[in-house]
């Protein structure tokens, strides 16, 4: 591929979209030219990058006839079952961060921190995992590869802003006073809720089964054990999660904090005597993953309790997929 792509961003008036942006400046991503799309609803619109106005194009069946090497696309799913297929017909690379792809097993599921090589393998699609789901794996791998993985139970408390800017409202409405309900069933603000998308025939929601799923295709190993509960928290920004993981060998606690603190993206915040642990609020705004709270977990052989924060539009979107697009242009 040419060091300096053409490249598109689909959805680019969203959250995630105007993230990729963000990131794309902040990380100096080389381009030639740059194309905005979006739905009809945004089309028209300007939007400034690196000082250049461009005018967002209405997302079509004909948008990918111009040369464009890389789309980012974050426009949901139904867009991107319609549009990713046609995009890589045309030659495109399409980083998709919806979940419509993430589970087909023709298109490769990448953290680049995990699995970058699988990459190699794309036929036009990549898909960037769940957002929750990332950020479990930058912290699982040296322990996958060092230790073996039997069995993982994730709870996770995650930030509304994952909800797009619908549940941002809902939360900022809330904290004012008034309980509307657009993003959730439920008010958020004050609120816990144990419901993330829809609720499935085995009782779990489609959210606890995609970091499982997602989790076994990104480690490659469908032999992990693995249950999930997944849980809307009053935060605007950053996913936290409690990692309960049984490894397959015994192991050192002060060797797994010496093996996390020098792995690819993440930063060890570990020092309970002074109350530093990962935050939700510090994590905002960064790309890398924090952990802490490291603890070995008495209650079964070779157990261990980790607790891990990243900003879920930052690292669990837009960066994630800026990083695919990064090792593409390698």
Request: hydrophobic share 40%.
């Given at each position: 591929m040419n060091k300096k792509p053409n490249l598109a961003i689909v959805g680019a008036?969203?959250?995630?979209?105007?993230?990729?942006?963000?990131?794309?400046?902040?990380r100096d991503f080389p381009f030639e030219n740059l194309y905005m799309m979006a739905s009809a609803k945004s089309a028209?619109?300007?939007?400034?990058?690196?000082?250049k106005d461009y005018v967002v194009e209405e997302l079509t069946e004909q948008s990918f006839d111009k040369p464009i090497d890389i789309a980012l696309?974050?426009?949901?799913?139904?867009?991107?079952?319609?549009?990713?297929?046609?995009?890589?017909?045309?030659?495109?690379?399409?980083?998709?961060?919806?979940?419509a792809w993430r589970m087909d097993k023709e298109v490769p599921l990448v953290v680049p921190e995990v699995n970058s090589q699988d990459i190699s393998w794309n036929k036009g699609i990549?898909?960037?995992?769940?957002?929750?789901?990332?950020?479990?794996?930058?912290?699982?791998?040296?322990?996958?590869?060092?230790?073996?993985?039997?069995?993982?139970v994730y709870s996770t408390y995650q930030a509304?802003?994952?909800s797009g800017l619908k549940g941002i409202n809902d939360l900022k409405e809330g904290l004012a006073g008034n309980d509307i309900k657009k993003a959730y069933p439920h008010p958020i603000a004050g609120n816990c809720l144990p419901q993330i998308d829809v609720f499935l025939e085995n009782g779990y929601t489609k959210e606890e089964m995609k970091m499982i799923k997602e989790t076994q295709k990104i480690l490659g190993d469908d032999s992990i054990k693995i249950t999930a509960t997944t849980v809307r928290v009053p935060v605007f920004d950053s996913h936290s999660e409690s990692i309960n993981v049984e490894l397959e060998k015994p192991f050192e606690i002060e060797d797994i904090k010496a093996l996390l603190a020098e792995a690819p993206g993440v930063i060890l915040l570990?020092?309970?005597?002074?109350?530093?642990?990962?935050?939700?609020?510090?994590?905002?705004?960064?790309?890398?993953?924090?952990?802490?709270r490291i603890r070995r977990d008495f209650s079964v052989e070779n157990g261990i309790n980790l607790w891990v924060v990243a900003d879920n539009i930052r690292k669990g979107a837009a960066t994630n997929a800026v990083q695919i697009a990064e090792e593409l242009i390698k």
């Open positions: 008036t969203g959250l995630v979209g105007s993230t990729f942006l963000k990131v794309l400046e902040e028209g619109s300007t939007i400034t990058f690196k000082g696309f974050s426009a949901g799913g139904s867009a991107s079952e319609k549009f990713a297929p046609i995009a890589a017909s045309k030659g495109v690379v399409v980083v998709d961060n919806s979940s990549i898909a960037n995992p769940n957002c929750s789901t990332i950020q479990a794996v930058v912290a699982l791998k040296p322990l996958y590869d060092k230790y073996g993985i039997k069995r993982i509304v802003s994952g570990d020092d309970p005597d002074n109350s530093i642990y990962p935050l939700a609020r510090d994590a905002a705004g960064r790309d890398e993953v924090f952990v802490g």
